[in-house]
């Protein structure tokens, strides 16, 4: 009986550390993104292990956002998004707003405002449990990560380097997405493969 008791007491200590270190653990650059899917704008589910093969970023995004209005209302982040199209690169936007939070919208909202602001990510993937952003320990909007065809993270953190909501920045602040594409398409390294995201906290649900 006591043998019994100690094996379940190890059995279930071992499964709240699997659990404590998965909620803990970071996405690292350099090591395998971590995998998902997800509810997608363009309907159906989209998964991300099928765009093996491809360079792909993902961008948190809340419209309500005073920061994300700014990289979209002065058209940076759509500008952004056409570069990497034309590099065949598919960006995603994620929405990891809960239920009733800032930021939370259905596919034909988040299609309409991507029409309105001139944006033309490949699709939107939607996340209200809040799973796939804390699989990236997502913190803001904006929030970008890049993905090599591997499956590789080369890059997480924010758009410029200028943490600030006025638009007057942009021209003076790096791109660190634009500069990033360009290092791609030059077949070089990204040198600025960590930088800190800056903007609104990631609206998740509870």
């Known amino acids: 009986m006591l043998s019994q008791r100690l094996f379940g007491f190890f059995a279930l200590s071992l499964t709240l550390l699997i659990h404590s270190g998965a909620a803990r653990a970071e996405p690292v650059v350099g090591q395998p993104a971590p995998t998902f ?31 994300v209005r700014k990289h ?16 065949g690169v598919v960006w995603l936007q994620v929405i990891s707003s809960g239920p009733d939070k800032e930021g ?14 001139g944006a033309t990510p490949a699709n939107v993937v939607f996340d209200p ?43 003076s602040a790096e791109n660190y997405i634009s500069s990033a594409l360009k290092e791609l398409a030059a077949g070089k390294p990204i040198s600025k493969s960590v930088t800190k995201p800056y903007g609104c906290t990631v609206k998740y649900a509870g």
């Open 37 to 67: 899917s997800g509810a997608a704008a363009e309907g159906g589910t989209l998964n991300l292990a099928d765009l093996r093969g491809k360079i792909v970023i993902l961008e948190w995004t809340n419209h309500e956002c005073p920061f």
């Open 129 to 171: 449990s809040g799973t796939i952003g804390k699989l990236y320990a997502a913190t803001n909007t904006p929030q970008l990560f890049i993905i090599d065809p591997k499956g590789v993270l080369l890059y997480k953190g924010g758009i410029d380097s200028i943490p600030s909501a006025d638009q007057d920045d942009i021209a």
């Open 104 to 117: 939370y919208v259905d596919a034909a909202t988040a299609k309409k405002l991507n029409q309105e602001r």
């Open 72 to 87: 979209y209302e002065s058209g940076n982040i759509p500008k952004v998004q056409k570069q990497a199209a034309s590099q």
